[in-house]
């Protein structure tokens, strides 16, 4: 059997693995299930009579809104000893605290999936949640004080309430019981990993593979801990090593582009996408994935056809069209971008990002039909109040609108927040900014070269109105002459 945690994977590729088996041979064996014929699986006269304290029909019934819920794919625990059967014959037994994986969830009971591949449907009341599963194991380590795999599966119902700390202590048992199998000491590493003990992850997960050399869920661990410590290049390794084993996984493949995008290698990461997307073109988190970093690398236009191909794939995500918008203005196409900033707002009215960022388009735009500097207040202010008025670049965007609708005074009292708030390496320019403004200018990319301009298009202006003067002066002297 095998336990699939009903947490989320972590973004670096965390894996936990309680018993030996992988994620492919469970989807092998849910394939079989589809095919398979369908059986009841019914309590044991024993297991009936072994229920917890105050467990009857009465109260399940006035309790039914709080069964266990599970969906598909979820893994829930037996409460008690069941019997597979067709026809009065047993073909498979169920223990109490096996792990079972639900096929389909129905009104009153699951369809689950055994780890030999059996299916049937057991009552939602004789089965239990990973996270509501601890006592039952606590009673089966009090029946069995010396069986370890016991306290490794208690350690999933500790895991998936946050307390790590408790599973921790609960592998650390295990272990030192003698249940020394290779996923004991990679599941323990993602709890050390979890609590930021980061050498003792790298510790067993060197063991566990000094057990199953050929295990890939403590390689692709590691990986995940030196993406956390910064070690890009290990993670890299380690990334490869898995490939080397399942060549073209794409989930892998991704991870060792964003480890390539984290150590600023991004030819390589691009790669890594690319891979992924001769396989599958519409696999598109690595269509997003690629976009960003042609974002990065300044290549606009096919950063613009990378989103605009997520957007394909789903024109409900705002992201896309944020990402789509903000690159468009990068080549200038600010009429284009415009429309999808807004609908990157309308589908997500509390995106601070794509609010600044179009309040920064509606500000500073060179078209005059795109900018709009009320408007750009009103977005610059919807963004600062989601944030409380907090974030320096939803402040900076505000600034920027209120001194391009000639509110210099309200613009400098922001820009002034803005250079509190600024990080050191953009503290000079934020200064320089503010002096734009206290001079009744407005926002520029490059202050110092609009200062020049600035300048000399005053200097201009006054050589020219001298002129004027001079010119209107020796007109009226002509006139009074004659």
């Known amino acids: 059997m095998a336990i699939f945690t009903d947490k989320p994977l972590r973004q670096s590729g965390y894996l936990i693995v309680i018993r030996n088996i992988d994620f492919d041979q469970r989807c092998a064996a849910r394939c079989f299930v589809l095919a398979a014929m369908f059986y009841c699986i019914v309590p044991t ?12 029909q009465a109260a399940g019934q006035s309790q039914a809104a709080g069964q266990p819920q599970a969906g598909a794919g979820q893994p829930v ?69 010396e069986e370890g795999r016991y ?61 199953e050399p050929d295990s890939i869920a403590p390689i692709i661990n590691r990986a995940a801990v030196r993406m956390s410590q910064r070690e890009y290049q290990k993670a890299i390794e380690d990334y490869s090593l898995v490939l080397a084993m399942k060549e073209n996984s794409s989930s892998i493949l991704h991870q060792r582009a964003i480890a390539y995008k984290a150590s600023g290698d991004y030819e390589n990461a691009v790669k890594d996408f690319d891979a992924i997307l001769d396989a599958n073109p519409d696999d598109r988190s690595a269509v997003m994935g690629r976009g960003y970093i042609r974002f990065q690398q300044a290549d606009h236009e096919a950063a613009i056809k990378d989103f605009s191909k997520a957007i394909e794939l789903n024109n409900q995500d705002p992201i896309a069209f944020n990402n789509r918008g903000y690159n468009l203005v990068q080549v200038g196409r600010d009429r284009e971008a415009l429309p999808d900033y807004e609908k990157a707002i309308k589908l997500a009215p509390k995106y601070a990002l794509a609010l600044q960022n179009q309040a920064w388009l509606l500000a500073i735009s060179e078209d005059d039909d795109v900018r709009n500097p009320e408007l750009a207040i009103k977005s610059a202010k919807a963004a600062c109040e989601l944030s409380n008025y907090t974030v320096a670049g939803d402040l900076s965007a505000l600034a920027a609108a209120l001194a391009a609708n000639g509110d210099f005074k309200e613009a400098i009292g922001w820009q002034e927040k803005v250079v509190e708030l600024v990080a050191d390496p953009y503290k000079e320019f934020a200064k ?40 209107d002066a020796a007109a009226e002297d002509s006139d009074a002459s004659n």
């Open 45 to 56: 006269a024993f297991a009936a009579a072994q229920k917890p304290a105050g467990h009857s």
């Open 77 to 145: 625990v037996a409460r008690i000893e069941m019997k597979l059967a067709i026809d009065d014959k047993v073909v498979d037994v169920i223990e109490k605290g096996d792990l079972l994986t639900v096929v389909e969830e129905r009104e009153d009971d699951y369809v689950i999936l055994t780890h030999d591949g059996s299916t049937g449907a057991v009552d939602k009341d004789t089965v239990a949640k990973i996270a509501e599963s601890g006592q039952i194991y606590t009673e089966l380590i009090e029946a069995h004080p």
């Open 151 to 211: 306290y490794t599966l208690r350690a999933s119902a500790w895991w998936t309430l946050g307390e790590a700390e408790k599973a921790l202590n609960d592998f650390d048992k295990a272990i030192e019981l003698g249940y020394k199998e290779a996923h004991a000491y990679t599941s323990r590493g993602l709890f050390h990993a979890e609590m930021g003990e980061f050498d003792k992850a790298i510790e067993d997960y060197n063991r566990a593979l000094e057990i």
């Open 432 to 471: 320089k900014t503010l002096i734009r403004y206290q001079n009744d200018r407005v926002f520029a990319s490059d202050p110092d070269k609009a200062n020049a301009e600035d300048d000399a298009a005053a200097v201009a202006a006054e050589k020219l109105k001298k002129a004027a003067e001079k010119s």
